[in-house]
């Protein structure tokens, strides 16, 4: 039985990085002035920050029901038995119940799994889906195991300015304008799939180091006979300048020595709605 891992782009693998890992990725659609665009296909992460920093309509939309099945089919006749379909947490998006609804056409050969994860940590689930995969594993049973470990994995995301989360409704523009009066960064955490606000601090320093201790806690709680070697500690953001992306891996393998640690593009999708120069941490455990 051959089985196919299919993943969206806000798992943060682009198609390139999904063509080493051996998964496909369905790209999420980012609408800007009424155009729209496919994430890692036809605009560029300097296209996308540029249209948001000249105050263009920038959103996201999930994918199209026949995007989807499209892939799913070229992916059917390319020689696969069943496909794993991964998409982002179905708090965060709509696009996961429908991936559940079209599936039901396909007679079992496509299973969804709600693993309630974004960008990083999704990214660790479907690195450990392919994995079981390889193994010989049905969809249907790496599914149940991607599913029953949804409690065990946290992101942590600050967001330099809180322009975004009042456009989105999360947040008053009184208390907006005073975060940012007060220099605030807002660290949001991704816990079972929702989006919450976690912590307001004041100033990048302290923010950074609340999101590292969060994690410590974390780990803390959740894994505390599990050895450091063992944990994916995944580093995310939206910065658009390298160096930064750069620093902030380097202070989080610092903080983790052994564990295994990466560094991951926030997804456009989601920059749609948290803005540049984000960045963000999460943890769970490896195979």
Known sequence: MKTAIITDSN??????????????????????????????VDITRGEFFEAQASGKNVSSSQPSPGDVTQIWDEVLNSGFDEILYIPMSSKLSG????????????????????IRRVSANMRD???KAKKMSD??????EIREKLESETMDTIV??????????????RISP??????SILNIKPVLSIYDGGLDVWKKCRGLKKAKASMISGIRDFI????????????SIGT???????????????????????????YNDLSMSLCCHIGPNAMGISVCCME
């Open 11 to 40: 798992s943060g693998i682009s198609p390139e990085k999904g063509k080493k890992l051996g998964v496909f990725v369905v790209p999420m659609p980012i609408i800007i002035d009424d155009a729209t665009y496919f994430e890692n």
């Open 156 to 169: 942590y995301v600050m967001v330099d300015t809180f322009e975004y989360l009042k456009k989105g409704g």
């Open 174 to 179: 009184a208390k907006a304008a005073v975060g």
């Open 236 to 262: 995310a953001g939206s910065l658009t300048d390298e160096r930064e992306a750069k620093e902030w891996y380097k202070a989080v393998k610092n903080e983790f020595p052994q564990a295994h640690t990466f």
């Open 95 to 114: 696009s996961c119940n429908t991936a559940v609804m079209l599936a039901e056409d396909y007679d079992g050969k496509v299973q969804v799994a709600d």
């Open 135 to 140: 193994r010989g594993v049905r969809a249907s």
């Open 125 to 127: 689930a479907v690195v």
């Open 220 to 231: 803390s709680e959740k894994y505390p006979d599990i050895p450091e070697s063992r944990l």
